[in-house]
């Protein structure tokens, strides 16, 4: 290992690898990712970058490109589901950059994942390299020259390298979770998920097609908002059930017209959109339980393979990226104090960091999952009344600061 710093091993070259990656190039710190799938690609239609996100990205030079390829919604909209009024609505756009000074964008999954994987290049993008198993090497050099503090990833093709620190960015089936932990920690929420991508001309009932908007009805809500602009709209529909998931996987295939099914009677333009793409694969909305500890000797979590969130705050991978920058700062300060204890210190810092963050967004989260499914009658009138606040209860998490939160705990 060189005098710059540690060298990393990142495992998966999703949003919060490669994110974690131009981070850590950004102040100068080395990086390896190893990535099991043979290309870059992305599960999912699309994904929502809140200020929180946008702000650091920005910083790493993307905002260009990002605002280039997605769209920014002009309101965030609560609708009933049957008749479609409106029930609160809250201005975005502009109004949104000027109060967190970061915009929030729709963006394709699939033109997100091509931006940070074409800043950050083919050189040290290991492809086709899944990890099996992550164990601690005491014979190595650690971060300072040393003995001790290295790692040695296993590969499923019978290879294996070493690093001085291995970053779970791997998701919810993480290898490297399982070096650090042996908790099982994923729970059902109870409702599962249907995902498209409409173009929306096919939905000429569909008011406001510019917005973020809730639709939200009895056992039922469905999510949708610009991603480009060409008007495609991304939508998430989700229902209530099965009561039990028995998969072994996040995904299962339903029914043909089980979907159209679940929103009959539903608003026309509803119909619309929910016919207007091919009927996905269900998906199971599994959050889960905080993790006691996210690091262990020289492996530590990102994103998915810590904290996995229901989707209703449109969290997941803005708290994937503020994983990322804060890992970064935590060892840029390490770097900088010298000397192997204070990687162990950096690693303490960010748990401590991310760990309050998280479970707070991932228990309003799972919170905010009932409401949207309430039945007609009084319970659901007093959300109503409640959604009227809504720029100031969640502002939380759109003005907070990774960056800053973390050269705050290394300067102290």
Not at 7 to 22: C, E, K, M, P, R
Not at 84 to 92: E, K, T
Not at 328 to 351: I, K
Request: charged share 20%; glycine share 12%; aromatic share 6%.
């Amino acid at each position: 290992m060189g005098a710059s710093g540690p060298n990393i091993a990142i495992v998966g070259a999703g949003i919060g690898g490669l994110t974690l990656a131009l981070a850590l190039r950004a102040r100068g710190i080395d990086a390896e990712i190893h990535e099991q799938a043979p290309e870059l690609r992305e599960v999912g239609a699309a994904v929502a970058l809140s200020a929180n996100a946008t702000r650091l990205l920005a910083r790493l030079g993307l905002d260009e490109q990002l605002t280039a390829a997605g769209a920014e919604p002009t309101e965030l909209i609560h609708r009933h589901w049957k008749d479609g009024r409106r029930i609160a609505a809250h201005p975005v756009g502009a109004s949104y950059r000027e109060r967190f000074g970061g915009p929030y964008l729709g963006v394709h999954r699939a033109a997100f994942q091509r931006i940070l994987g074409d800043a950050w290049g083919s050189e040290r993008l290991h492809l086709g390299t899944a990890v099996s198993g992550v164990t601690e090497d005491p014979t190595g050099a650690g971060p300072t020259g040393g003995d001790g503090g290295r790692v040695r990833l296993e590969f499923a093709d019978g290879r294996s390298a070493r690093a001085d620190l291995a970053v779970g960015a791997d998701g919810v089936h993480s290898a490297v979770r399982r070096r650090v932990t042996d908790e099982d920690v994923t729970v059902y929420s109870g409702t599962s998920g249907f995902r498209g991508l409409v173009p929306a001309e096919a939905m000429p009932s569909l008011p406001d097609p510019g917005a973020i908007q809730f639709w939200m009805g009895p056992g039922a809500h469905v999510l949708h908002y610009p991603v480009d602009s060409a008007g495609t709209v991304n939508f998430l529909a989700v229902v209530t059930g099965p009561q039990r998931w028995s998969e072994d996987t996040w995904r299962a295939e339903a029914a043909p017209g089980e979907l159209l099914a679940a929103f009959d009677g539903w608003h026309p333009a509803i119909i619309e959109m929910l016919s207007g793409a091919p009927q996905s694969a269900r998906w199971g909305l599994f959050g889960q339980a905080p993790l006691r500890r996210w690091s262990r000797g020289r492996a530590v979590l990102v994103g998915d393979a810590a904290h996995a969130m229901l989707p209703h705050h449109g969290q997941g991978a803005n708290q994937t990226v503020e994983d990322a920058v804060t890992l970064a700062d935590c060892l840029a300060g390490a770097r900088a104090a010298g000397g192997s204890e204070a990687y162990d210190v950096a690693l303490r810092r960010y748990e401590r960091l991310r760990r309050v963050r998280t479970r707070q967004v991932q228990r309003s989260s799972w919170v905010t999952s009932g409401l949207l499914h309430l039945p007609d009658g009084p319970a659901a009138e007093r959300r109503d009344r409640k959604l009227a606040t809504v720029p100031a209860d969640f502002g939380w998490i759109h003005a907070h600061d990774a960056e800053r939160a973390a050269a705050a705990a290394v300067a102290s």
